[in-house]
């Protein structure tokens, strides 16, 4: 069994943070699953899942305590029961949070938004790329069509230079 503390003040309060986010599950589950959560000790859950975190991570400072707030914040979201219970019932391990990206833990309401964000704007640049490619074809058509009166006129100016010198001469 994995102890709840480690005697580092920041790892204890990760821990701390983890056990009340876990602590949530049970409130949050449908009555079938209530046995299993009673079944999962959040705080061996949060222990194990902060120890995966320090051992991934390091300790609670310099560039790795932004991380570690992304975590701490999508396992407290209440928004975000999901990612919670996946977490309790061991379906994402401490090892594959450390390693999940934000939009992976968002919930799934946050995930939709950004799918929809991302679909917008991909939609957006290809209409632009569209816009640019029929621009050019217009550019490219009215070149073409400048590039043939102009070889137009120079057969003309050719021929009356021709007739030019055939009657001066």
């Known amino acids: 069994m994995i102890s709840t503390t480690t005697g580092d003040s920041n790892r204890d309060k990760v821990r701390e943070i983890l056990h009340k986010s876990l602590s949530k ?3 949050e589950v449908v009555v079938e699953m209530k046995e299993l959560v009673v079944s999962c000790d959040s705080w061996t859950v949060a222990a194990s899942v902060e120890s995966a ?8 400072e ?5 991380k570690y707030r992304s975590i701490l914040f999508n396992m407290g979201d209440s928004s975000n029961p999901d990612l919670r219970r996946k977490v309790m019932f061991g379906e994402i391990s ?22 929809n964000i991302k679909e917008k704007a991909r939609v957006r640049e290809e209409n632009r790329v569209k816009s640019m490619m029929m621009f050019q074809s217009d550019i490219i058509a009215d070149g073409s069509r400048i590039l043939s009166e102009h070889r ?18």
């Open 94 to 115: 401490g090892e594959r949070l450390v390693t999940m990206e934000k939009e992976e833990m968002a919930s799934h309401k946050i995930q939709l938004q950004v799918q």
């Open 53 to 60: 975190m320090f051992e991934k991570l390091g300790s609670f």
């Open 25 to 27: 599950v049970a409130n």
């Open 62 to 66: 310099g560039t790795q305590k932004a």
């Open 152 to 169: 137009v006129r120079i057969s003309v100016l050719r021929a009356k230079q021709g007739k030019d010198k055939l009657i001066s001469g």
